[in-house]
């Protein structure tokens, strides 16, 4: 499909025309990550195109520019990932699935690799390993705690250590890093915090020697099993507590948090098998992502409460509806939240976890939506709802996008504003509101 075709080149628009009325309060830059190969390449798999970021600068109401960078990899350079010695080069990677801030920096993120610091014109500053600290690849799904400022992260491999906990302070500095003991290399896309926990996603996605060098070697396994793993991540050392689950995937989790019984409670987008497959095999099934269907595929909103104290979990359906990247208020992050945000390609979903039922904003036949980001209003108290959802919208015909913004606390009314861009965007993964002023929480 065009919408998911990439672009051959980097371009920079000034003065984007704009619907409605930007708020002033919107003031920063929306950032938003990709795989785009370059030109004539064929990746084999849609996950492994060079990163390409594409951001709008929003200022006083009016949207100043927008440009779109390829991410300066080793791997855009032409370095093997996989050394003559038998290693990883953890800076030839394509860093095309997220895009965060955290202490001042922004960040590229791919799971295989280290992050690639980015400047604020989306320049690539370099890979970033802590002061040599960091040692295994950086998840591209971090959880920034909210009250402490701290980044949870991990890396995951194909050898031992397969999983490594990893923690930043609020300044930035790598504090705490650790081995989490599983059985083999899984592909651990995404996990969850609470106030407390860390909660592991041991599913049976693993990594299959044969495939390597030729596509994503990564396959359901029905012999692995699948499981949560619930860890005290204020306790060094502390041990994993494990819950067998029904064998699914997760590529995303909603959030996390602690009951008042103690409980924790996870909510992510749940794939099964037959789901799962379908979507592995569309996105390595050609080496152009337009003659691909939607990424989306099957995977419906879940919820499990798993019990520390009598060792049991819960699992249940929130949704029978197909959707996508799940988002929330990142003030609630880890903790309990009302209000959840994801896609289903042609509108934005919004859930009431509190009070139940959906609530869409969909658009007009013809587009793909991907992710929305939620700005919040003002700092300080505020409604959880209370602020703007930003995506990027593609004509399926990949004639023109546009950065959308809805009104988060009513998703029945028109966009407040959206701007034109200057180009088709592809569907891509995962963006960030990086405000000019960082907010005091």
């Known amino acids: 499909m065009s919408y998911m075709a990439p672009v051959p080149d980097e371009i920079d628009a000034y003065d984007l025309p704009v619907s409605g009325a930007l708020p002033p309060e919107l003031t920063g830059r929306y950032v938003r990550n990709g795989p785009n190969p370059l030109p004539g390449e064929r990746p084999g798999h849609w996950f492994n195109g060079h990163g390409m970021l594409h951001g709008i600068r929003l200022r006083d109401g009016r949207a100043e520019w927008y440009r779109n960078r390829w991410v300066r990899t080793g791997r855009l350079a032409g370095l093997p990932y ?60 971090p959880k920034q705690d909210p009250a402490t400022g701290e980044l949870h992260f991990f890396g995951y491999g194909v050898r031992p250590p397969y999983l490594t906990y990893h923690r930043l302070d609020a300044s930035g500095e790598l504090v705490h890093s650790r081995e989490v003991a599983v059985p083999g290399g899984t592909m651990m896309h995404d996990f969850a915090i609470t106030e407390h926990h860390v909660v592991w996603l041991d599913l049976p996605v693993t990594f299959q020697p044969h495939l390597a060098g030729r596509t994503m070697p990564y396959q359901w396994d029905d012999g692995y099993g699948a499981r949560l793993g619930v860890m005290r991540h204020d306790r060094p050392g502390a041990p994993v ?106 509108a934005i979903v919004k859930y009431d976890l509190v009070g139940g039922g959906a609530g869409s904003h969909r658009l007009e036949p013809g587009t793909y939506i991907g992710e929305a980001v939620f700005v919040p209003a ?32 009513n998703l029945a009314a028109p966009p407040v504003a959206a701007v034109d861009l200057p180009r088709a965007v592809p569907a891509g993964f995962h963006g960030s509101w990086i405000p000019d002023v960082a907010r005091r929480r």
């Open 82 to 141: 996989a050394r003559p010695d038998g290693g990883r080069d953890l800076t030839a990677v394509s860093a095309n699935t997220h895009v965060i801030e955290h202490a001042g920096r922004v960040l590229a993120l791919v799971e295989n690799g280290l992050p690639y610091r980015i400047s604020p014109d989306l320049g690539t500053d370099g890979p970033l390993d802590f002061g040599g600290r960091l040692t295994t690849a950086m998840t591209a799904h």
């Open 241 to 346: 507590r494990w819950f067998d689950v029904e064998p699914c995937y997760v590529f995303h989790v909603g959030n996390a948090h602690e009951d008042a019984s103690g409980r924790i409670v996870l909510d992510a987008v749940r794939y099964g098998r037959a789901d799962f497959t379908a979507v592995w095999r569309m996105a390595g099934g050609s080496g152009d992502p337009a003659a691909s269907a939607s990424f989306e595929g099957s995977a419906r909103l879940h919820r499990w409460i798993l019990d520390p104290a009598t060792g049991t979990v819960r699992e249940q359906a929130l949704d029978d509806r197909a959707v996508e990247f799940p988002t929330l208020d990142d003030d609630r992050v880890g903790r309990a939240a009302r209000y959840l945000y994801t896609s289903d390609d042609s």
């Open 378 to 409: 003002v700092p300080g108290p505020r409604g959880e709802d209370d602020g703007w959802l930003l995506s990027i919208t593609t004509r399926h015909d990949g004639s023109a996008s546009r950065l959308l913004v809805l009104d988060a606390s």
